[in-house]
């Protein structure tokens, strides 16, 4: 078991490395592209837009994910039992006690969010404290204080932005070649042909990838998460019947959406439904997550 939290630590750290060196290439080939030698500016300014978009989520992005989940925070006179469970689980994970939220929907599913363990929220359905027994909502409230514990709620913000970033400088890239915005002077354009085929490969390929990896950062939290959890309640089958049961239920989260989703501890998003059109894998696959804690 440590050996696999070890092993997704250092692997989500490396994926971030990757899409780090993608933002600071894309920022220099656009820099080059306005002038030349000013590829070290483009890395500044690609820097700074990150930067710029961190401060905003980090102080403000998880209120606005609770509003957007229309999650409402309750107290402990709500519902006592949870408050109990969450409360003896945050002392064996040795992080304070989350602000607790609960999701008016049927659909039984949760997640974590905040930018530090100080800061941290955990929002459940009414239908996952409708459905499990205290044996799975232990399992589950485990599993998202793992991730307040191993810092993914601050990680994947980051990842997030990260990618977004890339996202918005490739699209202002693209803009800029099909409008003819150049900051270039005249007769500085020799051998400009293939930096643009470059920079244009670049801008439309790089959003993909950066997101791929985002992809896979997630999935490599979800077994972290998964395995922390199997830690803090010494019952990995609380949670591994948990997941069964989560992943099994036909009812639809209305409120999650493409931007949530990967936040939730099972994918929200049904393949039935419309707007998993097009959708990529955030979580692994519950068989693999439910076998890796039953072997334990």
Do not use: C
Request: hydrophobic fraction near 45%; proline fraction near 4%; aromatic fraction near 8%.
């Amino acid at each position: 078991m440590y050996d696999q939290i070890s092993q997704n630590k250092r692997n989500s750290w490396l994926l971030v490395i990757v899409i780090t060196i993608f933002l600071v290439l894309l920022g220099y080939v656009i820099g080059e592209y306005w002038g030349k030698g000013y590829g070290y500016g483009g890395i500044v300014f690609a820097l700074i837009v990150a930067i710029i978009s961190g401060l905003f989520s980090y102080y403000g992005g998880a209120g606005m994910i609770l509003a957007m989940s229309r999650a409402k925070r309750i107290e402990k006179k709500d519902h006592p039992q949870l408050f109990n469970v969450i409360d003896e689980l945050s002392i064996s994970a040795g992080v304070p006690m989350p602000a607790v939220y609960i999701i008016d929907d049927t659909a039984p599913n949760a997640f974590a969010t905040g930018r530090d363990p100080e800061h941290a929220s955990i929002a459940i359905t009414t239908g996952l404290l409708g459905k499990l027994n205290r044996d799975e909502l232990q399992g589950v409230m485990a599993h998202e204080l793992s991730h307040v514990q191993n810092r993914d709620i601050l990680f994947s913000m980051m990842v997030g932005i990260m990618v977004g970033s890339i996202v918005l400088i490739s699209d202002f890239f693209v803009r800029s070649v099909i409008w003819g915005g150049r900051g270039r002077k005249k007769g500085g354009d020799k051998g400009s042909g293939p930096l643009i085929l470059i920079g244009l490969v670049l801008a439309i390929l790089a959003p993909f990838f950066a997101k791929m990896l985002q992809l896979a950062v997630s999935r490599q939290r979800e077994y972290l998460a998964d395995a922390s959890a199997a830690l803090i309640t010494r019952y990995p089958e609380g949670l591994a019947s948990a997941l069964e049961k989560i992943s099994g239920d036909k009812e639809v989260l209305e409120v999650a959406n493409r931007a949530t989703q990967h936040m939730y501890i099972v994918n929200p998003i049904k393949s039935f439904e419309k707007r998993a059109k097009g959708l990529f894998s955030t979580h692994p696959p519950i068989e693999e997550r439910v076998a890796r804690l039953r072997a334990m």
